[in-house]
């Protein structure tokens, strides 16, 4: 509590005075006043009826609604009200562009910007927690946690290109779904391995490791249904389970030869294919990728 | 001055953020699944042993003591089956899986699989001779004389060809189930 209460004092210190410059003795600036000193007191909800009563009668007033984010911001940190948090962003991101659409400078934009800012990189931290324990169900969650990370982003940065961070997630939850795959053999986490790594490449096709990855998964399955054979398996069964195997390998192969492209020297990948053409009866292809992975081995 | 020391200190927490996600990017590039190894036509052939073993029939006098697969050159083979499919008893027969190399002895062994061909194929047709034993090859282009079963890639999947001549000269009554699988050529 005690950091809380420095943490207003500072921004009253900072704020106020500047507010005061700007425009003294406005209605604004002397609820911008009281609503601080609401939320001083925790007095959140009090605080955002006395400065939404300005949105109120102006919707486009972009110091209203960075005071209401801001208190919103505040109240989050206390509350840890996700929903305080969205709510804070989107006010955050409204001021920002209200006032860049004004095409003037303001006092109160960098408080905007950096209290944007740590909330973005709080929805991150979050989406990274969720990926470290992830459970069934968790994917939109943990999307939709980056998703708001990357509007944060594009309002502050909007050249920044998040692709390979939307990737590195995507990549994550493969491999989180792999984990649950392995404890449980449930198919729908073989479904959200493929998908993950399919979402990576899309957005980062020259990723050699998510190639790699996706192509030993599915030639793994594929393996996998072979494994499921048993005492009990009839002569018919042995033909179905070659078959669907055979798929998985077929859905293997190009994975693979996307991923040699990119780095077409490394023995894992040139074994991979040696493997995949095995499994697919192709003997002469299977000979020339062996003798290359002893290659690329030896140097 | 206040305002300078905040954006410092920004830049501080951006740059440390920008690391703690590159590295946890980057340790998304460190967990490369193991490629299982483990072929998968080894499992299919070793299926098709066991079924061999079990859905036919053998005289009279190859129904005492255990019941015998020789498997040559092959120890891959033999340790899917046993791994996989343990020793299961072929009808009140327990099962025997031997691992069997160069010049074996072959006598009394119910099925005998090997994936040797041309003159060293025919040194082992020779040694089995006329016995009741499934002689099992592997990718032969032809049908020989003396083989029972040889496994073909066949439409992409690993199949086999049946010679019933050769099962009825042995003395191995094969099994309906058996005959209506085997594919032709």
Redesign the interface.
Known sequence: MGRHALKWVAMCLWMVPAWSLAQPGTALDRDVQRAILLGKVGEFARGLEVVEAHLDEDSRHAEAWFMSGFLLKEWYKQSDNRAHRQEAMQRLATSLDLQSSLGRPADWLPQARRALGYLGDDCYDDAVAAVNTFQTGDEAKVLALFDQYASAVQVLKPETDLSAERAAFHKNMAHAHATLYAATSDEVHFEGIQANYRDALALKPDDPTAWYNLAVHVYNRGVGVMKELGLETSLGEIIEKQQASRDHFSEALPAFESALELQPDRAEILLGLATVHHALHNQAERDRYHTAWKNARGR | M??LA??KR?TR??AL?ALV?AF??F???Q???????????L??TA??L??FAK?NDWPEESKQGPFVIGVKDNPALVRIFAE??GT?PIGDQPLRLEELEDEPAVEGMHIFYTDAQGDELQADLKRIGGSPTLVMTRGLEALSRGVTVNLI?HE????YELNQQDADRRGVLVGN??TS?AVTR
């Open positions: 206040q305002v905040h954006m920004g927490w951006l953020g996600a946890w990017a340790q998304s590039g967990q490369d699944p193991k490629l299982d190894t483990t072929d998968p036509h499992l299919t299926q098709y066991y079924h859905d996989n499919y299961p890639v992409g999947l690993l199949r189930r058996i699988w």
